[in-house]
């Protein structure tokens, strides 16, 4: 099961990496507008939001239009959302990986990863 589940999040990611790849649309930096739907909380960061202690398991965190350069590592099982597949980007900050999932059950869609 947890070999479907990376390939399937493989998939997932390689499909939003081809159309990152062909849109030029101009996006802006991100403010700031990530929240946890479970919680009720904003934060500065995509991966604030996953280490924080009051996202649990099971929670939703949305994360508006803009480009948020961070490497991301989900260590909790979540669902995050991207409000728009072309103007919400992760951006590798520098090296490493930019999405690394090491929990069970998390789903990633609306994002252009680069």
Partial sequence: MYWKLVAAVHLSLLFSLSFAASESACVKESNGSVRNLGSGLVYSSIQAAIEAPETLSGHTILVGSGIYRENLVLAKSIRLF?????????????????????????????????
Wanted: aromatic share 4%.
């Fill in 82 to 114: 991207g409000e728009n597949r072309s103007n919400t980007v992760i951006l590798a900050n520098k090296t490493g990986d930019t999405v690394s999932i090491r929990a069970s059950n998390c789903e990633i869609n609306g994002f252009s990863i680069r």
